[in-house]
């Protein structure tokens, strides 16, 4: 069980079951508080809307705050027609893991590989674009400062590493889509400094004010209590 769970009102229909099963296929096979990141992420509202605009997944080092959010994205892909989305990530390494990892899980399942249009691999530009037009592009935040981030989607991985500058450019910009959701991935941060002001302060509002639209998904002692 998560040491903090927040989650908005939803109203059920969301597309949680079948991204698991559609990663699952893939063969990424989730954890159960991982398969529960993901229910509570793509639940929505009777609208039809996220219920979450936002949420986080805050895990121990090492722990897999990842694969739930491969899966929504995957999903982005293969079941909701998200349009563009973005994998962020704060250092080159990481993105260009992140994209490594899921490209072969796209490549490797048949149902996904075929809807491909190209797997762009040009440093810097690495992204998978499907037929349709659909794309998934990966970003390292330390080159980007903060350009480029428009998407309906937007990753924001090793989010305790998150430059305030750099997210305060980003957001006007994806709060723009009508149907943005942004996924936050990090852990608690291992020193004071403004590059986790962002994190804490989104941590701080889920667990003081909560507004209805962020999850907040803790599995760490530091998310027992507010």
Not at 126 to 155: H, N, P
Not at 161 to 169: D, V
Not at 193 to 222: I, K, Q, S, Y
Request: charged letters at 20%.
């Amino acid at each position: 069980m998560p040491t903090c769970l927040v989650a908005p009102p939803a109203d059920g229909l969301g597309l949680g079951n079948q991204a698991i099963e559609l990663v699952d296929m893939a063969g990424l096979v989730l954890d159960e508080f991982q398969k529960l990141s993901v229910r509570v992420t793509l639940s929505r509202r009777p609208s039809g809307l996220w219920a979450a605009k936002r949420a986080a997944i805050s895990v121990a080092r090492q722990n897999g705050k990842t694969p739930p959010w491969v899966a929504v994205v995957l999903a982005g892909l293969g079941l909701t027609g998200c349009r563009k989305q973005n994998w962020t990530a704060h250092e080159v390494k990481t993105a260009g893991e992140a994209f490594e990892f899921i490209t072969e899980l796209v490549m490797g399942c048949a149902e996904m590989r075929a809807e491909v249009k190209a797997v762009r691999r040009t440093n810097g530009q690495e992204a998978i674009v499907l037929k349709d037009g659909r794309k998934l592009q990966f970003i390292a935040r330390s080159k980007a400062a903060g350009r480029g981030f428009s998407a309906e989607r937007v990753v924001w991985d090793e989010a305790q590493i998150l430059p305030p500058r750099t997210y305060a450019a980003a957001l006007p910009i994806i709060s723009s889509w009508p149907n943005s959701q942004q996924l936050f991935a990090g852990t608690a941060p291992d020193v004071e400094g403004d590059h986790a002001e962002v994190w804490r302060r989104l941590r701080h509002e889920v667990m003081t004010d909560p507004d209805g639209l962020t999850a907040w998904l803790g599995w760490c002692l530091n998310d027992i209590t507010a």
